[in-house]
């Protein structure tokens, strides 16, 4: 089947424009993970309008692209400047800039990237062989299989994408109630309109995402002062040799793929905690694990392989099963479904060839990540210096422009504005936004799903329990919801037996 898949994606992906589109992504991909908060979503969302005039492999191989350079470029200010571009990079940051520090910038950032480069095509493995695999067995699935996993894909992602679990819950309540406005689907009356025009259709998804995250940002940015300080970064420059240094140490890099891979799978779980868990068992399999925080190279290759492996893997259970991984790929898939086509088996069984251009494209992003990354590092350094005066009017210029984009519509510019300091009054609090995003997401398939088997059942719960998948999958709902009622000192007990159980035996070879 994917051989076939592959074949009529090359002639989608393999075009000079699809190419080009794919190493562009890469290159923005980098530099907006390079900026202190900004990273992949941002970089997504922003470019989705761009993307949406775009022919489909295109337009995915330049969104792909941007989260797989931008989930690696946090990396380079959190080794050189003690800042993580992005929260994924937050774990490299503990031997990274040690490194640093001692002065060997150039095989921390060599390292960095290539780790990243080498995790991300590990994961590329396991989507290309994974995704496929489950959407054979979604095909079996009708709507009450589809509202179990949903509903699966809504508990999940909102318990694990904070700290506090009611935090997260409301917030991805919210999602629900904003995927209720307008058109009710089935007997087309109209929810939440207040007998205004413009809420017939509902909110934009774009005019959301970029409201809550990009403008938030912006708005937290401006706030938080220091607009004109200009960091202070020294020259690097990286080689080619990084990628032996990052070979020699490949029970680890591999380890810590897989790691990220199984993390990325699980929705919402997200690079941050593979980062983090895998970091933890490269320590305790090191023969020195005293060194770690010091500037070891193995804590650089753990952190970076894995979170760029949880991109491979995120986007397993976004293309096959329409949940997706994270709010990186919740905004891919929305993108994807702009586009005309909907996650699941069906794109598998009817555009096997887009899906194998996206498999190309993923693949390929990671191969530029290596190239561009490694050859363009002192231009990725140089970004570092860029003053927030000049970059936030450019970031808020391109959310206006991108959104009004889509739909040519001023309302759709208040409605980002209105998300947009909704999103900044909830990250003030402490709420996750991307349960928000999840929730709008998934809301309408969870909905109609559920509406769906209910007619086809004469209103009858038994559907649900009658037949075998879906009943296993709710099984599983019910104990995450008992998961969800643990106390938290008991959870920590159980993650941290959970990380022991992954230790593997120690690495052979000579001192880290």
Not at 41 to 68: D, K, N, R, S
Not at 152 to 157: A, E, K, V
Not at 227 to 241: A, I, N, R, Y
Request: glycine share 12%; aromatic share 8%.
């Amino acid at each position: 089947m994917m051989t076939g898949a592959f074949i009529a994606g090359a002639g989608l992906f393999f075009t000079p424009m699809t190419v080009l589109m794919t190493a562009l992504g890469c290159l923005l991909g980098i530099v907006i993970g390079v900026l202190p908060g900004l990273g992949p979503l941002m970089g997504i969302i922003l470019l989705t309008p761009l993307a949406f005039h775009l022919p489909p492999v295109e337009a995915m191989g330049l969104l792909i692209a941007v989260y797989v350079g931008g989930s690696c470029g946090g990396a380079i200010s959190a080794i050189l400047v003690r800042i993580p571009g992005t929260p994924l990079a937050a774990a490299t940051l503990l031997d990274g800039h040690p490194m640093h520090l001692k002065g060997k910038s150039r095989e921390a950032v060599g390292l960095a990237i290539s780790a990243s480069a080498m995790g991300g095509l590990i994961g590329g493995l396991f989507l290309v062989f994974l995704a496929p695999l489950l959407a054979a067995v979604a095909l079996r699935f009708g709507p009450p299989e589809y509202f179990a996993l949903t509903l699966l894909g809504l508990i999940s992602i909102a318990v694990v994408s904070g700290e506090e679990t009611t935090k997260g819950l409301m917030a991805g309540l919210m999602g629900l109630l904003v995927a209720t406005v307008g058109a009710d689907p089935f007997s087309s009356t109209y929810r939440f309109t207040f007998g205004y025009n413009p809420l017939l259709g509902g909110f934009n998804i774009v005019a959301i995402v970029v409201g809550l995250f990009a403008l938030s940002e912006m708005f937290i940015q401006i706030t938080s002062g220091h607009l004109t300080e200009k960091p202070q970064v020294p020259w690097v420059k990286t080689s080619f040799d990084s990628i032996g240094a990052a070979l020699s140490r490949w029970v680890n890099l591999l380890r810590s793929s897989l790691i990220g891979t199984f993390f990325g799978i699980l929705p919402g779980a997200g690079g941050v905690i593979s980062a983090f868990t895998s970091y933890a068992v490269a320590r305790a399999n090191s023969k020195h694990p005293e060194l770690f925080g010091t500037g070891v190279e193995d804590g650089v290759i753990a952190s970076e392989a894995a979170n760029n492996a949880c991109c491979g893997g995120a986007m397993i259970p976004t293309l096959a099963l329409a949940i997706p991984g994270d709010a990186s790929t919740a905004v891919l898939m929305g993108a994807l479904i702009l586009l005309g086509f909907f996650p699941g088996p069906d794109l598998f069984s009817k555009h096997a060839d887009v899906v194998g251009g996206i498999f190309l494209a993923y693949i390929a992003a990671n191969v530029f990540l290596l190239v561009l990354g490694i050859l363009l590092t002192p231009f990725f350094v140089s970004v570092i210096k860029i003053r927030k005066s000049y970059l936030i009017p450019i970031v808020l210029l391109l959310s206006c422009i991108g959104t009004y984009a889509i739909q040519g519509s001023a309302f759709d510019l208040w409605v980002m504005l209105g998300f947009g300091v909704v999103g900044y009054i909830l990250r003030r609090f402490d709420y996750p936004l991307a349960p928000i995003v999840i929730g709008a997401v998934l809301g309408p398939i969870c909905e109609s799903s559920l509406r769906r088997s209910l007619i086809l059942s004469g209103n009858n719960v038994d559907i649900f329990f009658n037949r075998p998948i879906s009943a296993a999958i709710l099984i599983i709902d019910i104990a995450l919801i008992l998961w969800i009622a643990l106390p938290r000192g008991l959870k920590s007990t159980i993650r941290g037996r959970a990380i022991g159980l992954m230790k593997l035996a120690p690495e052979k070879g000579g001192p880290d």
